[in-house]
């Protein structure tokens, strides 16, 4: 969200100064915008994903691709290219977790 539909307070930079609202106020106004936009169709924000997805993740370094392809399912693509595919987003997350 931007300009009238930010969550953040209004801040103004003057020089070397800042003038902005009271913590109170900002708690208010966050709180506000908060409420207005989980009060929207969230469902629209979410982005649809594909059936199938295929990361390949590039070492500079061969041994790092080595240590990297012991991860299960993962695949060897040459000597710093390690492939993984997975069908679910949370699997990919997982392997860049723990390859990355």
Not at 2 to 25: A, H, M, Q, R
Not at 39 to 61: G, I, K, R, W
Request: include cysteine; proline fraction near 7%.
């Amino acid at each position: 969200l931007t300009g009238k539909d930010s969550l953040l307070p209004p801040v103004s930079f003057s020089g070397t100064s800042i003038v902005s609202v009271t913590p109170v106020k900002a708690r208010h106004l966050i709180q506000e915008g908060v409420q207005k936009a989980f009060s929207q169709d969230v469902s629209l924000c979410l982005t649809p994903l594909p059936a199938y997805f295929e990361v390949d993740v590039v070492y500079n370094t061969p041994t790092h691709a080595y240590a990297a392809s012991w991860y299960p399912e993962a695949k060897a693509m040459g000597r710093r290219t390690v492939r993984f595919e997975a069908k679910a987003y949370l699997d990919v997350m997982r392997f860049l977790k723990f390859v990355v």
